[in-house]
């Protein structure tokens, strides 16, 4: 059990002051009764609340997808360009989310974003080697060669390692489903020019097994619940 003001605090709502206030001024319900007590308490887990009529359920971590916007940055204190973050509620910037890797600005599609770092760590483990796809159109038209080449692996300047695509597909003259393992920075745009081509657009249509949802516009998020959360740690074998 646990008061209601530490209950909206873990939420995301403010200091305990600020939730304190909150309760106070009629703006709370719990299981869609009114509740202006601070310190009522409740059993957190399933607890259906609303704030300002906004419904909320308690969740320990929040874990989200995003379907990122061209022309927004995955940075808190962006420079160019809005931030992805501008694109969440308040209380799930307070409450710490973060994206799991970044996307470039002009890089569209899938961005999970969380406040759990294990989750984060797990994820973003290069032992763990989670698949991401993306797909990518090229400026110039894609040839065997350089299928080939990323297949078999392409040097990038910042290490003598050779990079090699998990999965490489051609989908059109210009366009291609590219599957990486790894998340470095500008890795598919470096691992094109390596390749002798350029990336003129990229979209990232999953991450492990879970794929960004079409019913998902551009620019919206959504909460993922146990069994996405199982699928996107999926690694490259299919195991969890
Ligand atoms: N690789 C890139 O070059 N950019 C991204 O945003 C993601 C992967």
């Not at 202006?36 to 320990?60: I, K, Q, S, T």
Request: charged share 20%; aromatic share 6%.
């Amino acid at each position: 059990m646990i008061e209601l003001e530490r209950l909206l605090r873990s939420q995301g709502f403010g200091s305990r002051a600020d939730c304190r206030a909150l309760i106070r001024s009629g703006s709370v319900s719990v299981a869609g009764q009114p509740c202006a007590d601070p310190f009522a308490r409740f059993e957190a887990e399933g607890l259906r609340f609303a704030v300002d009529g906004v419904a909320w359920l308690y969740r320990r971590f929040a874990y989200l997808a995003l379907h990122k916007p061209a022309g927004h940055e995955c940075s808190q204190r962006p420079l160019h360009h809005p931030s992805v973050y501008s694109l969440l509620p308040d209380p799930l910037i307070k409450r710490g989310v973060q994206a799991v890797g970044r996307l470039d600005e002009d890089t569209t599609g899938l961005l999970v974003l969380t406040d759990d770092g294990q989750f984060i760590h797990r994820l973003s483990s290069p032992k763990k080697a989670v698949p991401k796809v993306y797909e990518v159109t090229t400026r110039h038209v894609v040839d065997a060669s350089q299928v080939g080449a990323l297949l078999s692996g392409v040097v990038l300047h910042d290490d003598p390692e050779p990079v090699a695509a998990l999965d490489c597909t051609l989908l059109g003259e210009r366009c291609l489903r590219l599957t990486v393992t790894q998340g470095r920075y500008h890795l598919v745009k470096r691992m094109l020019a390596a390749a002798g081509n350029r990336v003129e657009a990229l979209h990232r249509t999953s991450i492990g097994g879970f794929s960004l949802p079409a019913s998902l516009e551009v620019g919206r998020w959504m909460w993922l619940e146990a069994a996405e959360l199982a699928l996107l740690a999926a690694d490259k074998g299919g195991s969890f």
